[in-house]
């Protein structure tokens, strides 16, 4: 991800906060844009929410920016040569998004200043026809299809992603996010959930990282963007994972195995992650 279209321009998610407007040349910070004056907005849904940072310049937080900072890492997968972990700050103290202006200070909705970790597992199969063979398309070429949940927030289709828990393997957040939103593990009793995790501990165990950097999410800003880490486990011959059936859970409001082509259209930048897992699989 070199750029960002979808957290510029119009309003700001769940407010009534319009983006001052970045035209397509001013994004990078090197850039100059004098007539730059964005407004500033933390969502006040973050007030008193465990995951959410206090102020910057309030005495007791101390964050050490680009760093792994014990629970809650400030480190990036952006970097530069300098710094392969570092983003830059402003002359006020503020992380400065890595990829450039988004036309809103603040958090807007997002609990940590800099980047805000999250997982995304691709869960893949191969199409079958009724007669177990794999499908292809018009170029003869077998067809990839992956979960994907309907976001209860936008009703985009979106990876059944979600953000890393302080402390938690990234890995880890990305199994278990797959299992809250596509399998709704949530409601599970507790031994219903052992038998899942029992059964699909292999599968899980074969995850490739797709990807690794920042997300063009529209919740973005200025100071405070997603970054997140892709992980592709694949049921080649569809008898594990591939047959099972899909309850969407948690934040997910539909889940299905959807065709990768090349028409698709998703949630951030989830489908340009689908375009290296595609030519990764065939
Ligand atoms: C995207 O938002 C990430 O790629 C991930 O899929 C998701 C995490 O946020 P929530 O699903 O928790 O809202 O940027
Ligand atoms: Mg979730
Ligand atoms: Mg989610």
């Known amino acids: 991800i070199t750029t960002h279209f979808k957290c510029r321009g119009g309003l700001y998610p769940r407010s009534n906060i319009e983006r001052f407007l970045v035209p397509d040349d001013k994004v990078t910070w090197s850039t100059e844009f004098k007539e730059y004056d964005p407004p500033y907005y933390t969502s006040p849904s973050l007030h008193g ?8 310049g309030e005495p007791n937080f101390k964050p050490k920016w680009h760093s792994p900072n014990g629970n809650i890492t400030r480190a990036s997968y952006m970097g530069h040569p300098l710094n392969p972990i570092g983003y830059p700050l402003n002359p006020m103290g503020y992380p400065l998004n890595p990829i450039g202006r988004t036309g809103i200070k603040g958090r807007g909705v997002l609990g940590r200043w800099g980047p805000n970790h999250a997982a995304d597992p691709v869960v893949t199969r191969w199409k079958r026809l009724e007669n177990g063979e794999i499908a292809v398309d018009k170029n003869k070429k077998p067809i990839l299809q992956f979960v994907a949940i309907k976001r209860g927030d936008t009703g985009e289709w979106a990876l059944p992603g979600g953000m890393v828990d302080p402390g938690e393997k990234v890995s880890a957040a990305a199994i278990r996010e797959f299992q809250e939103e596509a399998l709704n593990s949530l409601v599970m009793s507790k031994d219903e959930r052992k038998m899942y995790e029992e059964k699909f501990d292999k599968f899980f165990s074969g995850g490739d990282v797709i990807y690794q950097g920042y997300i063009d999410d529209r919740r973005n800003t200025d100071n405070a963007w ?11 011959n569809g008898s594990t994972v591939g047959a099972l059936k899909l309850h969407a859970g948690d934040d997910a409001v539909g889940v299905q195995w959807i065709d990768v082509t090349p028409a698709l259209k998703l949630y951030a930048s989830h489908k340009e992650i689908l375009d290296v897992v595609l030519k990764k699989r065939l």
Do not use: Q, R, T
Request: aromatic share 16%; no cysteine.
């Open 49 to 56: 929410k465990p995951y959410a940072d206090p102020e910057i």
């Open 226 to 236: 997603m970054e997140s880490v892709a992980y592709n486990f694949h049921d080649e």
